[in-house]
């Protein structure tokens, strides 16, 4: 599937990259999804990484992490979720109201883009499966740890960068709680319907505000590709998503459920948190048995966006994880 928007006026590292391949598929329920990869070139990479958007992200919005990364000898992959990014729109004649299937079908969609594209390219020219390294971002998080519960093996380690486990708004309620309320708005108001407070998306959101990021350039890409290609554009969530976003976390969040995930994380908490529940990510750290948390007092909810000093410690703590693995398949892997 080739990317038809006209590029934003951003830098040239913001935009798409020499190399880069776009691709597409139709999942279990027949609805097409999109996705992209990006190479090292001329070398076969010492680890692959599959990047995990957040809520309303699209793959667009990753190519300088992309192109840093296979700087670095890593092979990228990105997926965009269903209802976001060109991937088919759940929402039929409302595409800017935030819909979401069950979150166990974000988890099925993203088995059969592993297993059946990212798994079958991670091959070295020796047989050798290229190990695989997990990137995510806020509910491409949840939806990572619900994948790693359920897949487990597939993933040598994992970055997750404000991982949705709660959602900050209504942290002040228990989970279950929180869901009998919403399921109740969702029946009396449609599960369809706008939860309080959202709206359409407007140009406006990102201006003046350091929630996502403190990266003037950086927080500017997102908008700037929405504008260009209205397509991408997703508004606010509705009564459905936020039922499914509690339920989502309150599974990934029992105590069964976290201890039984073996594979080596790295949780990123933003200082500047206002959209997930920091606390929630605490909780779950104590539990993962292989988990270690990160802390970056200064920056917004997307790290990965924001200014130099905090994303190269971010991005240095990738590498260091995929240097550590490449280690033990006899390989070399520069630092960042």
């Not at 670095?72 to 979401?100: C, F, M, Y």
């Not at 319907?193 to 140009?203: D, E, H, P, R």
């Not at 309150?250 to 529940?277: M, N, W, Y």
């Not at 971010?314 to 995929?322: G, Y």
Request: net charge neutral.
């Amino acid at each position: 599937m080739a990317n038809s928007s006209t590029p934003p006026h951003l830098e040239d590292r913001f935009l798409q990259t020499e190399g880069w391949t776009w691709g597409s598929f139709k999942n279990n329920n027949g609805q097409m999804l999109r996705f992209g990869s990006l190479y090292p070139e001329g070398n076969t990479p010492n680890a692959v990484i599959v990047l995990l958007p957040g809520r309303t992200e699209f793959i667009e919005k990753y190519f300088e992490t992309a192109r840093d990364l296979t700087q670095k000898n890593l092979a990228v992959w990105v997926i965009d979720w269903r209802g976001q990014g060109k991937s088919e729109d759940i929402s039929g004649d409302t595409p800017h109201r935030g819909h979401s299937p069950d979150f166990n079908e974000h988890v099925a969609d993203l088995n059969e883009f592993i297993t059946d594209y990212v798994i079958k390219a991670a091959i070295r020219k020796n047989k050798k499966t290229i190990p695989l390294i997990m990137l995510a971002q806020s509910m491409g998080g949840n939806i990572g740890l619900r994948y790693l519960h359920a897949h487990p093996g597939d993933f040598k380690a994992a970055l997750l960068c404000a991982p949705m486990l709660g959602i900050n708004d209504i942290k002040f309620l228990p989970l279950s709680l929180a869901m009998i309320l919403v399921k109740i708005l969702g029946s009396l108001f449609g599960v369809h319907s706008y939860a309080f407070g959202q709206n359409n998306w407007k140009a406006t959101e990102r201006q003046n505000t350091d929630i996502f990021s403190h990266d003037p350039a950086r927080n500017a890409v997102h908008d700037a590709w929405y504008l260009s290609d209205p397509t991408l554009q997703v508004g606010g969530v509705t009564f459905g998503w936020l039922y499914h976003a509690l339920r989502s976390c309150k599974k990934i969040s029992r105590k069964k459920a976290l201890t039984s995930i073996k594979t080596p994380l790295l949780l990123a908490l933003a200082g500047k948190e206002e959209l997930v529940d920091t606390k929630a990510i605490n909780r779950a750290a104590k539990l993962l048995p292989n988990a270690k948390t990160l802390e970056f007092p200064e920056a917004g909810h997307e790290i990965l966006m924001e200014k130099d000093d905090i994303r190269n410690k971010l991005l240095s703590s990738l590498t260091e994880i995929t240097q550590e693995i490449a280690d033990k398949n006899g390989s070399a892997l520069e630092t960042l």
